[in-house]
């Protein structure tokens, strides 16, 4: 930001990002016209002429730019996105509410969303109670995305109407996170937040290494409790052995946000695992796929299970006022089950 330090003149600074600064759209298409590969040019801090265009309230050309396939999730530091740049500190501005109807969800297809979670997580509690343990739903997103932190804040609230308020976040216990997510969870629905991402050296070691703490942590949970963490993360708590989550304690349920974003392609091999609908829950056309296959996967739950469920008379019914609430998944009756269970190299 201008007040922050930015300086129109550095090198990386360019010519487009000083016409959006001067509201010139005029100069703008010009420059775009000479090089149309100047529309997602970033400065030094990551900003396109787009979030420029959105912090300096200049909607004509946020209009021109988007129209023109702007991107527009680019990644910021702090997890900020287009709409945080488009707002001013008292708050959303015209420009932020129309950003936020162009670029994000739409409040009917959040609704058809946050109804297909709540069978989804319905049924997944049953089975979690069938098997006697606690589930763990595991979010695997991209930092700072609008409409990924939209869909969160929706599924988060379903959650809690369950019950469900342990958030483990990838974050270290020495710090005080400001995620916009983290700080929705606590300050909006009162949930509670446990760093997870407790490395002594989070900085400068690997995912791997880190993924072996992690693991710890949140298998010493003894709660339902939801993870949000990269995508990067979620192949490891599968694959590798040593940062396996404790499969004896957890019911997993593994989804990824990530697929929402139509600019993210997958680069790495873990990504590619995370993608792939046979190996974690995708999210399309307002439902979440495939749950069955992908659930039996991560738990390798046998039949039997799946049957038992069925046994169960649905009882969790979220109603639309606020104070009555579906009954908490803490203190639903636990079934045991006599029949041994075998997931990814656990007995129990």
């Given amino acids: 930001m201008l007040e922050s330090g930015a300086d129109v003149n550095a090198p990386r600074f360019h010519d487009i990002h000083k016409a959006v600064l001067a509201g010139d759209l005029v100069q703008v298409q010009q420059i775009l016209k000479v090089d149309p590969t100047k529309l ?27 129209d023109n396939n702007a991107e527009v999730e680019l990644p910021l530091e702090g997890q900020y996105n287009l709409i945080d740049c488009a707002e001013l500190e008292n708050g959303p501005t015209p420009l932020s509410s129309y950003l936020k109807e162009r670029i994000g969800f739409s409040g009917k297809e959040l609704e058809k969303l946050a109804q297909s979670f709540k069978f989804l997580i319905e049924e997944q509690l049953n089975i979690a109670k069938t098997c006697d343990k606690n589930m763990l739903i595991v979010f695997a997103e991209l930092h700072g995305k609008y409409k990924i932190y939209q869909l969160q804040k929706k599924l988060l609230s379903v959650l809690h109407d369950f019950g469900i308020d342990i958030f483990l976040d990838e974050s270290h216990v020495k710090d005080e996170s400001q995620y916009p997510i983290v700080v929705y969870a606590k300050n909006k629905l009162g949930m509670t937040v446990i760093p997870v991402d407790n490395h002594p050296r989070r ?4 995912v791997q290494k880190r993924n072996v703490v992690m693991a710890k942590e949140i298998s010493s949970i003894d709660q339902h409790a939801f993870l949000v963490t990269g995508a990067e993360h979620v192949y490891g708590f599968f694959a590798q052995e040593s940062s396996q989550i404790d499969g004896s304690k957890f019911h997993i349920v593994p989804i990824n946000l990530t697929n929402i974003i139509s600019s993210h392609h997958a680069t790495v091999p873990e990504v590619h695992f995370v993608k792939d609908p046979n190996n974690v829950i995708q999210i399309e056309n307002n439902t979440f796929t495939n749950p069955k296959t992908v659930i039996k996967k991560w738990n390798a739950i046998e039949e039997f299970v ?14 639309k006022n606020s104070a009555s609430k579906a009954p908490s998944s803490k203190n639903l009756p636990m079934e045991k089950s006599k029949k041994t269970i075998v997931s990814r190299g656990f007995i129990y």
């Fill in 306 to 319: 799946l049957k038992k469920q069925k046994e169960f008379t649905p009882s969790l019914k979220i109603k």
């Fill in 203 to 206: 900085e400068k070691v690997s």
């Fill in 40 to 66: 997602n040019v970033v400065d030094e801090n990551g900003w396109s002429a787009l979030y420029w265009a959105a912090y300096s309230q200049h909607q004509h050309i946020v209009e021109y730019l988007l």
